[in-house]
T-cell receptor, first 113, second 114 residues
Framework: DQQVKQNSPSLSVQEGRISILNCDYT??????FLWYKKYPAEGPTFLIS?????DKNEDGRFTVFLNKSAKHLSLHIVPSQPGDSAVYFC????????????FGKGTKLTVNP | EAGVTQSPTHLIKTRGQQATLRCSPI?????VYWYQQALGLGLQFLLW???????NRGNFPPRFSGRQFPNYSSELNVNALELEDSALYLC?????????????FGPGTRLTVT
């Protein structure tokens, strides 16, 4: 039973355009969400997070949107750069709980020059 | 500041053997987490250690175990290895006092069971 789902295994965009990565979750107890980026042969790197008390968080070119009623979040990258090409993981947890991050399977983003 | 380090980078074992993986957290971080990333799957939570104690474990059999040392480094032990244990094992650390929940990951140990 997958509690965090990233339904698009891959996404390809042109340099300079917007990249939108989507994530859905089923567990209504999740109240904190994170995005990680992973290059081959490296560990995941934290990108941005959002608490369920917010619906948007922005950090430079990265913005995460949270729609609690739809149990959906998205990561927007604007403008996309070739160096953004990586696998992006969505993760969720319940604050004050087990601190266990529940990850999606990832979306491989390719940004073409 | 040094990041999370893991050793070895690669490990090849035979079915039935035992594997030991090591992790050193970022200085000042007392919590260590272990995750397994098998082929085609996302990261699956294995274990959480804090202040030397096991705080939580994921849905893995008891042959997956570990410990945390007084210097907060950690070991993951996998006994009676099975072919499906072949995966990337990632360690992460966090300082419990931080207000955000991000965990900082090491580069991983690639375990291959033949």
């Amino acid at each position: 039973d997958q509690q965090v789902k990233q339904n698009s295994p891959s996404l390809s965009v042109q340099e300079g355009r917007i990249s939108i990565l989507n994530c859905d979750y089923t567990n209504s107890m999740f109240d904190y969400f994170l995005w990680y980026k992973k290059y081959p042969a490296e560990g995941p790197t934290f990108l941005i997070s959002i608490s369920s008390i917010k619906d948007k968080n922005e950090d430079g070119r990265f913005t995460v949107f949270l729609n609690k009623s739809a149990k959906h979040l998205s990561l927007h990258i604007v403008p996309s750069q070739p160096g953004d090409s990586a696998v992006y993981f969505c993760a969720a947890l319940t604050q004050g709980g087990s601190e266990k991050l529940v990850f999606g399977k990832g979306t491989k983003l390719t940004v073409n020059p | 500041e040094a990041g999370v380090t893991q050793s070895p980078t690669h490990l090849i074992k035979t079915r039935g053997q035992q594997a030991t993986l090591r992790c050193s957290p970022i200085s000042g971080h007392t919590s260590v987490y272990w995750y397994q990333q098998a082929l085609g799957l996302g990261l699956q939570f294995l274990l959480w250690y804090d202040e030397g104690e096991e705080r939580n474990r994921g849905n893995f059999p008891p042959r997956f175990s570990g410990r945390q040392f007084p210097n907060y480094s950690s070991e993951l032990n996998v006994n009676a290895l099975e072919l499906e244990d072949s995966a990337l094992y990632l360690c992460a650390s966090r300082w419990p006092g931080q207000t955000s929940y991000e965990q900082y990951f090491g580069p991983g140990t690639r375990l291959t069971v033949t």
